[in-house]
Nanobody, 126 residues
């Protein structure tokens, strides 16, 4: 059974850089031919696709976010990380990591991913 667990800073102030972690168990982020995505859902809004990292380490980003986010892997820990720089209140959202078996860009349909984490709330407020 594959399990994804996000963790993050919770409450942050505008202008900070935040780092979120997705810890994966039951699958290898490096040896399986899988793709690991970050998505988020602001309050009252739809899911937003942020970016994805492949099993080989290739990354793809949302054009609207690519200047402010960075996705990386820590393969010894089997973790994914998401950094968001210069956060603003509009970055307030529940952040999710999810797995897909093929490379899909910009897709937010839940059944396009076979595993999801529970999500972690990030609130940007002064």
């Amino acid at each position: 059974q594959v399990h994804l667990q996000e963790s993050g800073p919770g409450l942050v102030e505008p202008g900070q850089t935040i780092s979120l972690t997705c810890t994966v168990s039951g699958a290898s982020i490096a040896t399986g031919f899988d793709y690991w995505a970050w998505l988020r859902q602001p309050p009252g809004k739809d899911l937003e696709w942020m970016g994805v990292v492949s099993y080989s380490g290739s990354t793809y980003y949302s054009p609207s976010l690519k200047h402010r986010i960075f996705i990386a892997r820590d393969t010894p820990k089997n973790q994914l990380t998401l950094q968001v720089v210069s956060v603003i209140p509009e970055d307030t959202a529940v952040y999710y990591c999810a797995r897909s078996k093929t490379l899909i860009l910009g897709v937010t349909t839940k059944n396009s991913y076979d595993y999801w984490g529970q999500g972690t709330q990030v609130t940007v407020s002064a």
